[in-house]
């Protein structure tokens, strides 16, 4: 099992829906990352958060270290938003390596 | 403060050549990651700087290579090269310090024939 799990692999949805990419983790950690990639681009870092929530526009991470799970959600989707979305965690015993999830490829429709 | 950069952007390279790609992180920052990620696969690490020392290294064969400078810029070596090596190269730069919170540059594409 992987230590760090992210679901749905992948989505498609319709411009203006709410998306939900969910993160789960198996080790403590010291924190959660969210990224984006977009297709043939670079990684740019959205959130890194160790607990609570964190808004940036119309993105939102919250985190609940107690399940060892977080979400990141999407208000009024648009299809520049279309990207891969991948978790990262600082795990406490992984001598400052990043933890990485598959990633969540999102598409949304115009 | 200027983001990572990394030189070149892009490389064609032939089966048995070798190649250095460069990294430059973030002022300040002291530590520099290599990543590795191939169409279909996620992020593979490679192995981290810190303070021109290896901290970390990944599951990678001898042929990659790295190092890093006095500057904390970076270098990475891949020798010998194979077609299967052919994919997105990124580095991340951080204080290499807890929360670890890493910038990526924009990559550089190397393509093997």
């Known amino acids: 099992k992987n230590e760090v799990e992210q679901s749905p692999q992948n989505l498609t949805a319709q411009e203006g829906e709410f998306i939900t990419i969910n993160c789960s983790y198996s080790?403590?950690?010291?924190?959660l990352h969210w990224l984006q990639q977009h297709p043939g681009g670079g990684i740019v870092s959205l959130f890194m958060?160790?607990?609570?929530?964190k808004k940036h526009g119309r993105l939102i991470a919250t985190i609940n270290i107690q399940e060892k799970h977080s979400s990141l959600h999407i208000t009024a989707s648009h299809p520049r938003d279309s990207a891969v979305y991948i978790c990262?965690?600082?795990?406490?015993?992984?001598?400052?390596?990043?933890?990485w999830g598959a990633g969540t490829k999102l598409i949304i429709k115009p | 403060k200027a983001g990572v950069t990394q030189t070149p952007r892009y490389l064609i390279k032939t089966r048995g050549q070798q190649v250095t790609l460069s990294c430059s992180p973030i002022s300040g920052h002291r530590s520099v990651s290599w990543y590795q990620q191939t169409p279909g696969q996620g992020l593979q690490f490679l192995f981290e700087?810190?303070?021109?020392?290896?901290?970390n290294k990944g599951n990678f064969p001898g042929r990659f290579s790295g190092r890093q400078f006095s500057n904390s810029r970076s270098e990475m070596n891949v020798s010998t090269l194979e077609l299967g090596d052919s994919a997105l190269y990124l580095c991340?730069?951080?204080?290499?310090?807890?929360?670890?919170?890493?910038?990526f540059g924009p990559g550089t594409r190397l393509t093997v024939t």
């Open positions: 080790v403590g950690i010291s924190a």
């Open positions: 958060l160790s607990s609570g929530k």
């Open positions: 990262a965690v600082a795990g406490l015993d992984s001598n400052y390596q990043l933890i």
């Open positions: 700087y810190f303070s021109e020392t290896q901290r």
């Open positions: 991340a730069s951080s204080s290499g310090q807890a929360p670890y919170e890493q910038y």
